[in-house]
């Protein structure tokens, strides 16, 4: 596509419950960043892809978090049994890679926790 | 790890005013770059300038590498530029995560 797209948009749901955030980046990028922006804060780095590297999973901040990059691709961020801290917007880039390349920022999930 | 500074932390400009916004890094960089976070939450790419000057409009940006800070300048400034910039660098051989600072908070008035 043209530009990274994210889905869902937003996502309300209830204390417990799983949830799967969705990231198809720009196509030919080979690096894959999610971060996390809570109300009125900066970005939290969660998980880096790097083509067929290990991930740098150091940001990830529980157990309860984890992501896999499918086909070096779409990347789904899976939070499992949410809770109320992890409301905020999560924010997924791409890029070509090697870290001295440009990168561009999809919309955002918003994830609500009630 | 490299740490980010930003300064100031929040400004107010009258609309027509400039300003300068600083970055400061603690090590030598690969990469680095200028956003612009609309009140939407939107993140906009400004600049890639890991070192060097360039100019889109009434934005420019500066990165003295070798003295490690960048400075991004609006000039006459108008209501839309208000929201958050936010500079982030990276380094390839730690990594290549992109490491943000904790933004300027810009809110220019009519």
């Known amino acids: 596509g043209a530009g990274v797209s994210q889905s869902p948009s937003n996502k309300v749901t209830e204390k417990g419950k799983d949830v799967e955030l969705r990231c198809d980046p720009i196509?030919?990028?080979?690096?894959l960043y999610w971060y996390r922006q809570s109300l009125g804060q900066g970005l939290e780095f969660l998980i880096y892809?790097?083509?067929?590297?290990?991930?740098?999973k150091s940001g990830l901040p529980s157990d309860r978090f984890s992501a896999e990059r499918t086909g070096g691709s779409v990347s789904t961020l899976t939070i499992q049994r949410t809770q109320q801290e992890d409301s905020a917007v999560y924010l997924c880039a791409s890029s070509f890679g090697q870290g001295n390349t440009e990168a561009f920022f999809g919309q955002g999930t918003r994830l609500t926790v009630v | 790890g490299i740490q980010v500074e930003q300064s100031p932390p929040d400004l107010i400009l009258q609309e027509g005013a400039n300003s300068t916004l600083r970055c400061n890094f603690s090590d030598s960089v690969n990469n680095l770059q200028w956003f612009h976070q609309n009140p939407w939450g939107q993140l906009i790419n400004l600049f890639y300038?890991?070192?060097g000057t360039k100019q889109n409009g009434r934005l420019s940006a500066t990165t003295v590498a070798t003295e490690r800070y960048s400075l991004l300048y609006i000039s006459s400034s108008q209501t839309t530029d208000s929201g958050v910039y936010f500079c982030?660098?990276?380094?390839?051989?730690?990594?290549?995560?992109?490491?943000f600072g904790q933004g300027t908070e810009l809110s220019v008035k009519p």
């Open positions: 300038i890991p070192s």
């Open positions: 196509s030919g990028h080979t690096a």
């Open positions: 982030a660098v990276c380094r390839y051989n730690q990594g290549g995560k992109l490491i």
């Open positions: 892809f790097q083509g067929n590297s290990a991930p740098d």
